[in-house]
């Protein structure tokens, strides 16, 4: 009697959890096609046994749909110079990026937040009258010519998303319109409408590139439908290349912060996902449900998380993704990206297309190079090269002190860092192109500051941060200026490498010994390093009574290139002369300045050939306290498209040729 009881009772609860879902759905707001297939599975549901394991996982799919923002999208707040005020108010510098972002916003508002403007262009007045009736009240902004002459005059002053218009008309007909669009509008659509619809007439225009074909006597809803359509593939085209903000730097710069202000500017929630740790294309688009202990990916969560369907999401590190994957994750980020594609975005837990195009994406990453190309090509990649020291400075004045005051308690007896302090932990305490550690310092120094307040050790206002104090609280130094702290040597010469996070001085050192001609290699050398130092070789025994170095210096010896510092991986061509310098000061035997910079690719002829990364370099170069900095001639324009202060205080000398700058370093 019991066991009946209790059957009873499981029907019960199953039949009031299937009205609850169904309730859910139908207050879910989802597209009808995904309307429909909730409500099979719920049916699905109803009739299974709820001890079922089949059971729980249809219940937590159609929960799960139920839970999506379909269509649930916040407001942007459109104002321009509110956006700019707030990129100003929470970062300092970095007015380039600023613009461009400024620049990207503005153009994204106008695209898609104007009402599309539609001309329509018809000999005949009660046709023009009625489509313009119609079309203002779709909300559309409807302006009307009667040939195409007056069609012509109205192209000319403003921008049309769409042109309809009739094909025979007195003078300019329809054909010739369309013509003029083609080659001065390419981004205007042209649609034709025409009593006469001769199929070859119809054929010729949409050869001639118009976009649809309309036969009088025609239906309203019909003209409505290819209008709509005509608009989403405009923007979907026009916003395919370049619509997504790659943001491309080295740690620490600001890129993440600023992404998250982007957010806030428009007025919209903000989401991260970190595609570094990514190791299955499964995490970004799900498992399908058959597969034990099935997800939705990171996609969708976050966007569920958000609980809107338009927030702004940052994907970091897309750089990380190509390398050791399981299954195609670029392939199916870039549907996730792509403008023409995302709007019917696929979950494999879902298993129903969500409308992705709604997204504002941010993607960041170290290096750009190493994004594949599908998905670079849809990218507008805006840099973040790294502060210098006064710009690090200032951002710690006005951001990030006055951050770490508050985060550690101390708002009420704000501690006053002195300019010599902050200057002492930059220099001496890191040594980054961001500011990720001297955040870090800045933070540490507040806790200990706080622990001492409290400890009754410091008094609780006026406490000055000095250069003793930093000293006291962080420990003894961590850096050196290596570049002017040591002597100048024989066989060691000053070189500037461009890694993931920025530039990095790195000193080349060659040395000689009794042996059989080999060349010894060593320092986590890349291949294209090593193949510089065996050309920089090959360049220096060819060229060796030209360099002053006696022809029999090679025989009977070994020689070993070495660069310190093993932890840092080396590759690329740009240390091509930093190596030849280093052995024609070996060969030489004279002493190379260390206060002084070279890189460039070196040929077999030595000539100095171009490099990549000068921004980063030059700003290592100055962390570093290098004097001078020798750089390819042919680098010139990116020398003189740097701001002002990425310079000062830096000699930076031109050279075509190695033999050109051998009285340079050597002494
Ligand atoms: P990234 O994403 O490039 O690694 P973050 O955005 O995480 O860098 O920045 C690290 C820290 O530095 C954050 O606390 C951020 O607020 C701060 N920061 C970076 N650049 C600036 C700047 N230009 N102005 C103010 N604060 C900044």
């Not at 030209?546 to 932890?567: K, R, T, W």
């Not at 240390?575 to 190379?592: E, Q």
């Amino acid at each position: 009697m019991g066991f009946f009881k209790k059957n009873n009772q499981n029907d019960e609860n199953q039949t009031t959890i299937v009205e609850e879902l169904k309730n859910k759905i139908s207050h879910s707001e989802m597209p009808a096609q995904v309307k429909d297939i909730a409500l099979k599975e719920l049916d699905l549901l109803s009739k299974m046994n709820s001890s079922a394991a089949e059971y729980t996982i249809t219940l937590t799919y159609i929960e799960y749909l139920t839970s999506l923002p379909w269509n649930k999208k916040t407001s942007d707040n459109l104002d321009l110079e509110r956006a700019e005020r707030i990129l100003n108010e929470r970062h300092y510098g970095l007015y380039g990026v600023k613009n461009r972002i400024l620049e990207h916003l503005a153009v994204k508002i106008l695209s898609s937040n104007r009402n599309p403007r539609i001309l329509i262009v018809d000999d005949e007045e009660i046709a023009r009258k009625n489509l313009e009736h119609v079309l203002k009240k779709e909300n559309y902004e409807v302006v009307t010519a009667q040939n195409g002459t007056e069609a012509f005059k109205l192209l000319d002053d403003q921008e049309f998303e769409i042109v309809l218009t009739d094909v025979k008309m007195q003078g300019l007909d329809g054909f010739a319109v369309l013509e003029k669009i083609k080659a001065k509008y390419p981004n205007t659509k042209v649609m034709m409408i025409t009593a006469y619809a001769a199929v070859d007439s119809a054929v010729e225009a949409i050869k001639r590139g118009a976009c649809h074909y309309i036969a009088k006597p025609f239906k309203i809803e019909e003209v409505k439908l290819s209008i709509k359509q005509a608009l989403q593939h405009r923007l979907s085209t026009i916003s395919t290349r370049g619509s997504i903000l790659c943001f491309a730097g080295p740690p620490g710069t600001g890129k993440t912060s600023l992404g998250k202000s982007i957010a806030d500017a428009l007025g919209r929630k903000f989401a991260r996902i970190s595609l570094g740790g990514i190791k299955d294309e499964a995490e970004i688009r799900g498992h399908r449900r058959t597969y034990a202990g099935a997800k939705p990916g990171r996609i969708i969560e976050e966007i569920r998380r958000t609980a809107v369907a338009n927030p702004v999401l940052m994907l970091d590190e897309i750089d990380k993704i190509c390398q050791d994957f399981k299954g195609d994750p670029a392939s199916a980020l870039l549907e996730a990206l792509d403008p023409e594609q995302n709007c019917a975005f696929i979950d494999h837990y879902l298993d129903v297309p969500f409308d992705l195009s709604g997204v504002m994406f941010i993607v960041t990453a170290n290096i750009p190079d190493n994004i594949q190309p599908a998905l670079l090509d849809r990218m507008e990649v805006i840099e973040f090269s790294g502060y210098t020291e006064e710009e690090k400075e200032n951002i710690a004045l006005k951001h990030l002190i006055p951050k770490q005051t508050a985060e550690q308690g101390l708002t009420e007896f704000p501690p006053e860092f002195t300019r010599e302090a902050i200057l002492k932990i930059i220099q001496e305490y890191t040594r980054e192109a961001g500011i990720r550690n001297l955040e870090r310092m800045i933070a540490t120094i507040c806790r200990k500051l706080a622990t001492e307040v409290v400890k009754g050790k410091k008094p609780k206002s006026s406490v000055k941060v000095t250069p003793e104090l930093v000293e006291q609280y962080l420990g003894p130094r961590r850096y050196y200026f290596e570049v002017t702290d040591v002597k100048n040597r024989v066989g060691v010469v000053t070189g500037v490498v461009w890694t993931e996070t920025g530039g990095d001085i790195i000193f080349v050192e060659a040395a000689k010994m009794k042996g059989k001609r080999e060349l010894i290699l060593t320092g986590s050398l890349g291949n294209i390093m090593r193949e510089s130092a065996q050309a920089a070789l090959s360049y220096i025994k060819s060229n060796a009574s030209v360099l002053n170095i006696s022809e029999d210096a090679f025989e009977d010896h070994d020689i070993h290139i070495h660069v310190p510092q093993g932890a840092i991986p080396k590759d690329g061509p740009s240390a091509g002369v930093t190596i030849a310098m280093a052995l024609i000061s070996l060969f030489t035997n004279k002493p190379a300045r260390r206060d002084v910079v070279v890189t460039g690719e070196l040929t077999l002829s030595g000539r100095i050939l171009p490099v990549g990364g000068i921004k980063e370099k030059i700003l290592a170069a100055k962390r570093a306290g290098v004097r001078a900095v020798i750089i390819p001639y042919r680098n010139k324009p990116d020398i003189e498209n740097l701001p002002e202060n990425f310079k000062k205080g830096l000699e930076i000398i031109f050279m075509e040729k190695i033999e050109d700058i051998v009285s340079k370093i050597l002494i």
